[in-house]
């Protein structure tokens, strides 16, 4: 069975820039969250989708959206990007149908800001 | 979200136990206790989760004390593969679907 699968691994943009990272959650899963993982900050919740429709969400500034699409792979996006946007970026995906199911997660794209 | 507090750090040596304590003293009754993982450059993993009885898995025992006010995350033979920051977490099963993280402990096994 397929993991969680996000890309790129690794990015590098420069401030203003925008960068958009993909995630494609394990087959038959239909929840996928976000979140971002920085050495000050530690791993923090940014969104989470549920059938194509954000259900949570974390806070952060409307810089970061994100979307999901009907084969439930999701997407985020990071607009105007800033140096203290360099992070981990985690997806995790669960069946979605309980609360306290088993959270599966992706390698991470790590994205850097110079 | 009701928090967790957990030892910064400890060491162990490789095939003994090792006890992870958590304490979350304002757990409510609807708070799964959740263990989560994450070894050196992956993702965080699933380990295991409880909420009032232990629990036991092919990776770990969750022990959770009766007043559900501390628990312990027990590896019982302890591997190099181990090392790794464990998170514990709780999850109201009301809540959002979302995992919120304290800084965890960062486990190292010795040779």
């Keep these: ?114 | 979200d009701a928090k967790t507090t957990q030892p910064n750090s400890m060491e162990s040596n490789e095939e003994e136990p090792v006890h992870l304590p958590c304490n979350h003293s304002t757990i409510s009754g609807t708070d799964y206790i959740h263990w989560y993982r994450q070894l050196p450059s992956q993702g965080p993993e699933y380990v295991i989760h409880g909420l009032t009885s232990n629990v036991n898995n092919r990776m770990a025992s969750l022990a959770i004390a009766e007043d559900r006010k501390s628990s312990t995350l027990i590896l019982h033979r302890a591997t190099l593969r181990d090392a790794a920051v464990y998170y514990c977490i709780l999850r109201d099963v009301w809540g959002a679907q979302k995992l919120v993280f304290g800084q965890g402990t960062r486990l190292t096994i010795n040779p």
């Design chain 1, 1 to 114: 069975k397929a993991g969680v699968t996000q890309t790129p691994r690794y990015l590098i943009k420069t401030r203003g820039q925008q960068v958009t990272l993909s995630c494609s959650p394990i087959s038959g899963h239909r929840s996928v969250s976000w979140y971002q993982q920085t050495p000050g900050q530690g791993l923090q919740f940014l969104f989470e989708y549920f059938s194509e429709t954000q259900r949570n969400k974390g806070n952060f500034p409307g810089r970061f959206s994100g979307r999901q699409f009907s084969n439930s792979r999701s997407e985020m996006n990071v607009s105007t990007l800033e140096l203290g946007d360099s992070a981990l970026y985690l997806c995790a995906s669960t069946i979605g149908t309980a609360n306290t199911g088993e959270l599966f997660f992706g390698e991470g794209s790590r994205l850097t800001v110079l």
